[in-house]
């Protein structure tokens, strides 16, 4: 069997991302994580609590050198390191994604996007104060690489803020892999097992942390409960605060979560 190098597969991906083709298997977790999931966590304001943390853990950009990675055309928080940090660098593997933010940025000063692979050698540039990464980190299989570059580019002092799916809690991990063989993006989906946490754990300091669906992902057997809609809100907002509040200090409430954001400082 042929060991498939990482360029090999960041061709592989940038094609798939350029054109969005998936089979059947992946169309149908694509509509359960986009969809069904999606809902849940807007209704139960996760997509605005991650914004609003990023938002205090990036605090004043004006001095700061960033580097937007593995952003497409623009993730939540792309427009607002562009307009207040000293220094933007925007990346991604995709040319598609790269020209539409380009046209997003064009009149902002001292902002840049690029088409290219974060561990090409020809991306020269470092010292980047905050590397933002959301939904990035999961697709490196090479996990001592991936870490070994992020050091390379930090700046002494430099942080990275990170969100990523985990493959941890036992159902996700059994449902996960029955998928996984028929998935088309499975040479680069990794989502965190718990022995890839630790190796950020070690190489770097967490300052913060909180992880989301861990008990609020059994939502649907709310719906076979006698109560109210209301009833059923107030359950899953419970459940969701007990996992944003509790994962923050305990390994094992984090692990039972599906999804990972971290503010990570580089160490001296």
Known sequence: MSVKKPEDINLKQKEFYETKKKNLATKTWFALRNGI????????????QIHQLHMEWCGDLSNKKVLDLGCYEGNSLSMHLAQNSKKYIAIDLSEKGISYLRTRIKDIPNSKAFAIDFLSEEFTEKNFDLIYAYGVLHHFKDVEGLIS??????????????????????????IRALYRPFQSD???EWPFSKKVYYQF?????IKDRRAMLGKSKWFFMINFLPFSA?????IIKKWHRE????????DANMFKCMHLTMLMQKKN
């Open 37 to 48: 999931l999606r809902k849940v966590r807007k209704d139960i304001g996760v997509e605005k």
């Open 186 to 188: 499975k040479d680069w």
């Open 201 to 205: 754990d070690s190489a770097f300091k």
């Open 243 to 250: 996992d944003w509040e509790r994962s923050k200090s305990s």
């Open 230 to 234: 209301e009833k059923k809100a107030v």
């Open 149 to 174: 570059r992020l050091n390379d580019k930090l700046s002494s002092r430099g942080i990275i803020i990170s969100n990523d799916p985990l493959q941890t809690s036992i159902p996700i991990k059994i």
